[in-house]
């Protein structure tokens, strides 16, 4: 599965932004989908996960309550809704795929990554 992510930006403290993840092929919901962030000399960070219908949703502790994981089975689309953003959420936003079904929330067990989206958060 190819994934292609969009939807990042510069944006001030204490607001919004949704990113998208569109996923090519018709086996999308045979996926359970990861989002992924990286700042610059850090190690690659778990930010939220959903399973392949979208039953559960699984969050890191930095971003729990205010981003939410979503996705469209139809659209082969999955969201990051990404409120009250702060400067600390500034990164490179991955989404990617993984096939077990089961909650992941290392990089190493994700199987297809999209090409990343920069997310700017001013202060």
């Known amino acids: 599965v190819q994934l292609q992510a969009s939807g990042g930006g510069l944006v001030q403290a204490g607001g919004s932004l949704r990113l998208s993840c569109a996923a090519s092929?018709?086996?999308?919901?045979?996926?359970?989908m990861g989002w992924f962030r990286q700042a610059p000399g850090k190690e690659r960070e778990f930010v939220a996960y959903i399973s392949r219908a979208g039953a559960s949703t699984y969050y890191g502790h930095s971003v729990k309550g205010r981003f939410t994981i979503s996705r469209d089975n139809v659209k082969n689309t999955v969201y990051l809704q990404m409120n009250s953003l702060k400067p600390e959420d500034t990164a490179v936003y991955y989404c990617a795929a993984e096939s077990t079904g089961w909650p992941k929330n290392s990089p190493n067990e994700y199987d297809y990554w999209g090409q990343g989206t920069q997310v700017t958060v001013s202060s």
């Open positions: 092929g018709r086996t999308f919901s045979r996926y359970g």
